[in-house]
């Protein structure tokens, strides 16, 4: 292009956009009456824009145009201040749709619909000028020309932040041009990052030194050292894993990203930047870093398992195929008859816990859900059994069977086991919610904990051997446990005495379970003295300020789970999803089952519900009673 004509044409085109930003700033400051804050970024865009246009009179002057020009040099020229210009209309923007300030929006968008046109026509003219050398964008494509329509406010009525799961971190923004720097800074902040700032490479690497950061942002075109040395400089301290580097800079031809990726860049970004595609490239390299140095963590952590667990694990695989604690496997290894057959009697205590209405559920859930279902529950307890050295017996279905005691001795294994259990029934709320996650309802748990002796030792064959305890004191447990309610943690007499006067209980009563050849009188255990982390909330069965009631038919369920023929009439108030007050002539006692049906609705069909009965006498208004199945959504209170 060597008509000067030609060239003043050009000068007059490109200067016609900024002097649009520039009028729409001066009628904003003018005639808006706006916080300081906007002011100031208003007057951030103005001289940005006034800036533009000197360097557009300098560079497009016919008189200076024979010289010799870096045309990098000139582009990267251009793009700062422009960077500045679309970087503050774009807070503009996020700021005014968050305050729905439509006037001011609808200027914004016109100034960032100049600005964009600008940059187009920049580019279009300079890979005439500067050919054969190419423009060359970030995406090898001339910037479009954003034009304002009906559809501004779904553009930029929105902040940055939605829809974007930000992944926070500590950052380092370089840039020699204070105004660019403090813009990007800015914006990062406002997502939540904690932002430190450099002006050149020595300052910068002065801040890595001291102190750790998670990425660094840095342009390339600075004085002294510029971004290509500061970027092998803290190549040489810091991999691309330990230190993420994305170059933000004017300079966009293809040579500029290969050379910076080659010395060691994780990405390139350029002016004037697409602040969203920008965090998305900030939140991978993040993300890149963390799941990196997780892998190195964890890598790490299995070469020391390994050597740690290479004794064990062939004895593991002979012996045990369930969970135990590395005490129990040691104490094991340690004996040399630890693999013989054969037992011995100890006093322990038994732990066994069941979920209630697991078995309905099952059987309307997917198979493969089920198993979801089971993993998290059985993975929860699991861990907090061996957490206070107990050992996992069975898994019975949804039933754990844990003994405390046996086969490594410990003298408070009763109230190891109590404690235990209290945890298990408070972890049932985060069980809960990830079952919820899944899209599973939510489940109760009963524990029935016993102390006795028993017979304990390996048992089986030489082919497959178990660790297990069996004897009368064991199917106590048992018995306690199916005579609980969810959320409940029962006790036998003998686990009451050996935790020695420090259990917290909020009511006992006595069962006669089959079998056995007197009463068992049974607590509830809520905590342990010293131990309020671990107290469990009280069962809500109050009946006052109940005015209705429900019209059901009883009947008595053994033991064995089978409904008597013979039923009784009754009135049931429902107080929640898990308990109600039963009025009856009926005599009940503590702990029976029964089940409760209620009157046909108008099509006929009958709904019921399975429950237990709390005490050995009704209250004043009448028996408390807490369902052991769900309580159909139709006969839930309002």
């Known amino acids: 292009m060597n008509d000067p004509r030609s060239l003043d044409a050009v000068r007059q085109e490109l200067r016609s956009p900024i002097n649009h930003i520039l009028g729409y700033c001066e009628l904003l400051l003018e005639e808006e009456v706006l916080p300081d804050a906007t002011v100031n970024d208003l007057r951030r865009i103005q001289r940005s824009g006034r800036q533009l246009l000197e360097l557009v009179s300098h560079h497009m002057d016919p008189a200076e145009f024979q010289s010799p020009k870096d045309w990098r040099t000139v582009r990267h020229d251009f793009r700062t201040p422009i960077n500045q210009i679309v970087g503050y209309t774009e807070i503009l923007l996020e700021q005014a749709g968050e305050s729905d300030q439509q006037d001011l929006m609808s200027s914004l968008i016109h100034m960032r619909s100049a600005a964009h046109h600008w940059i187009g026509m920049m580019e279009q003219h300079l890979s005439r000028i500067a050919s054969p050398e190419p423009a060359n964008l970030e995406t090898g494509d ?5 034009e304002a329509s009906g559809n501004e406010e779904r553009q930029s009525g929105l902040p940055l932040e939605t829809g974007w799961d930000a ?10 041009d204070q105004p660019s720097r403090e813009l990007l800074a800015r914006r990062l902040r406002r997502l939540g990052f904690q932002v430190a700032t450099a002006a050149d490479g020595y300052e910068t690497l002065n801040l890595i030194d001291r102190q750790p950061f998670d990425l660094v942002l840095m342009d390339w075109t600075m004085p002294g050292m510029d971004g290509l040395e500061l970027l092998q400089r803290i190549r040489q301290k810091h991999t691309r894993i330990q230190l993420p580097v994305i170059m933000v800079t004017g300079r966009d031809a293809g040579a500029d990203v290969a050379e910076a990726l080659e010395s060691g860049a994780n990405d390139y970004l350029t002016k004037p930047v697409d602040f969203q595609a920008a ?3 900030v939140r991978t390299q993040l993300e890149l870093r963390l799941t990196h140095m997780e892998l190195d963590r964890q890598m790490t952590e299995t070469r020391r398992l390994a050597d740690e667990l290479a004794l064990r694990n062939e004895f593991i695989k002979r012996v045990f195929g369930r969970y135990v604690t590395d005490q129990v496997v040691q104490s094991i290894l340690e004996d040399p008859k630890g693999l ?49 050295q107990g050992t996992i ?51 109760e748990m009963g524990i029935g904990i016993n102390t006795g002796e028993v017979v304990t030792g390996n048992i089986g064959s030489i082919q497959r051997t178990k660790y297990g305890v069996i004897g009368a004191q064991v199917n106590l447990a ?30 006992s009563f006595f069962i006669w379970p089959k079998g056995a050849s007197a009463s068992v ?53 429902i107080l929640s999803s898990q308990c109600g007050i039963l009025e009856t002539d009926q005599l009940l006692s503590a702990r029976c089952d029964l089940k409760l049906v209620f009157d046909a609705a108008s099509d006929g069909a009958r709904e019921s519900v399975y429950c237990k009965v709390m005490e050995d006498h009704p209250g004043e208004f009448g028996w408390e009673v807490r369902f052991t199945s769900s309580l159909p959504q139709a006969l839930m209170p309002a």
């Not at 013989?340 to 859900?369: H, N, W, Y």
């Not at 298990?424 to 599973?440: A, F, H, K, P, S």
């Not at 509830?524 to 006052?544: F, N, Y």
């Open 142 to 146: 001339e910037m479009p020309v954003e």
């Open 167 to 176: 992944l926070f971190g500590s950052l380092v923004v370089v840039d020699d």
């Open 279 to 281: 965090m998305a490239r």
């Open 340 to 388: 013989d057959l054969g037992g011995q009697k100890r006093v322990v205590t038994i732990l066994m816990c069941d979920l209630r209405g697991f078995s309905g559920l099952a059987e309307k859930l997917e198979p493969e859900r089920v198993v979801e279902l089971l993993n998290v529950y059985l993975g929860a307890m699991a861990e907090i059994i061996m957490k206070h």
């Open 393 to 443: 017996d069975e898994f019975l279905g949804d039933a754990i069977l844990a003994v405390f005691g046996a086969p490594l001795a410990c003298p408070n294994h009763a109230e190891s086991a109590v404690a235990c259990s209290l945890e298990m029934q408070l972890e049932m709320d985060q069980v809960n919610r990830q079952l919820n996650r899944l899209g599973i309802p939510p489940l």
């Open 478 to 507: 048992g018995r306690i446990q199916s005579t609980s309610v969810g959320g409940e943690v029962l006790v036998s007499e003998s686990t009451f005495q050996a935790v020695n006067g420090n259990l917290r209980t909020d009511r």
């Open 521 to 573: 009188h049974l607590w509830s255990a809520v905590g342990i003295i010293g131990q309020e982390h671990l107290d469990l909330p009280a069962l809500d069965l109050s009946g006052k300020g109940l005015t209705w009631k429900q019209t059901v038919k009883g009947s008595l369920v053994s033991e064995a789970k089978t409904v008597s023929e013979n039923g009784f009439d009754a009135f049931l108030k």
